[in-house]
């Protein structure tokens, strides 16, 4: 099975991702049903979503949206790994604790397989031919549709592509994240893994929401949880947002469309996840779904943050 193109991220339905600090804040249900809805008309038809995002919740609005609107041909993401109340002794990706928790995902989704199942995480303390191997075999029991790896790095993929056959990576990489091209994407691709990443648009980073020497807006993701993202407030990363705002004005673009797009048009990459606060943020994704880049405008834009 194959994956690509992008994908709606519902990490913040009823929630900040998988941190329980968050869990029943986040995106409001009604306004990740108008989300939904919009992906959905306007031909985003892969979900992803995670057990633990808000706590279940974002699986739940996800369940909840597919029981009202019953969307054919609809291709789900969820992951394993965190705990979905919070409880720091309920992680990992032991045997016995994936099928738990896969069948609280499928509950809350209302489904009877899930197209692609991730390890949100390495464990450290279960060995990984253990987690493979449940892995492949609720893919042999129709439960899930096909197994892969996120937040991992080369060595991880390295050693489950000789323990078995993950269909997607899924990592964080865009203009301010780069890491992975040295290794994990020529893994990918030398393995035909499909490498949808998460992050596109580094937490809002690249949509222009943050400007040198203002506050952080209330609410955004550097006043919730910076962590990820405090690395980026440099002189460096101002001057490059200064350079993408000018090269999208000329195209006519929102900056958020040509950092997509840049993603896109990476070697190896084959889709990303996209994760819109609110339905009308979807509109510079997809301009940016049909913004064609060649591989000299790939490198320039590159050079903005170098």
Not at 51 to 57: E, H, S, T
Not at 110 to 137: C, N, W
Not at 157 to 173: C, D, S
Request: glycine letters at 14%; aromatic letters at 8%.
């Amino acid at each position: 099975m194959s994956f690509s193109g992008i994908s709606l991220g519902c990490g913040n339905f009823g929630g900040v991702g998988s941190a329980p600090a968050f869990f029943g804040q986040g995106i409001a249900e009604d306004d990740a049903f108008a989300i939904m809805d919009r992906a959905w008309e306007n031909g985003l038809c892969w979900f992803d979503t995670a057990d633990a995002y808000g706590g279940g919740r974002s699986e739940q609005f996800i369940g909840r949206w597919r029981a009202a609107r019953r969307p054919e041909g609809l291709v789900l993401t969820s992951k394993v790994f965190h705990s979905t109340v919070g409880n720091p002794d309920d992680v990992g990706l032991a045997p016995d604790r994936i099928r738990r928790q896969l069948e609280g995902s499928l509950l809350r989704l209302g489904v009877e397989r899930i197209d692609l199942y991730l390890a949100h995480e390495p464990d450290p303390r279960t060995p990984l031919p253990d987690t493979i191997a449940v892995f492949e075999r609720l893919v042999e029991e129709g439960l899930i549709g096909a197994w892969g790896l996120s937040n991992h790095d080369h060595a991880g993929i390295a050693e489950a592509l000789r323990l078995g056959r993950p269909a997607l990576v899924q990592n964080a990489y865009s203009l301010l994240e780069r890491g992975d091209e040295d290794g994990v994407l020529p893994l990918c691709r030398a393995n035909a893994v499909s490498y949808v990443p998460f992050g596109p648009l580094s937490g809002g980073w690249l949509t222009g929401r943050y400007q040198r020497g203002k506050p952080f807006p209330a609410g955004s993701r550097m006043t919730m949880r910076p962590e990820p993202y405090e690395g980026l407030v440099t002189d460096r990363v101002f001057d490059g947002l200064d350079r993408l705002r000018a090269d999208a004005e000329v195209r006519g673009v929102e900056m958020s469309a040509l950092a997509f797009a840049w993603v896109l048009a990476s070697p190896g990459v084959t889709g990303a996840v996209c994760g819109p606060g609110r339905a009308a943020q979807l509109d510079p994704i997809l301009v940016a779904r049909d913004l064609v880049l060649s591989p000299a405008d790939r490198d320039r834009i590159g050079g903005f943050f170098q």
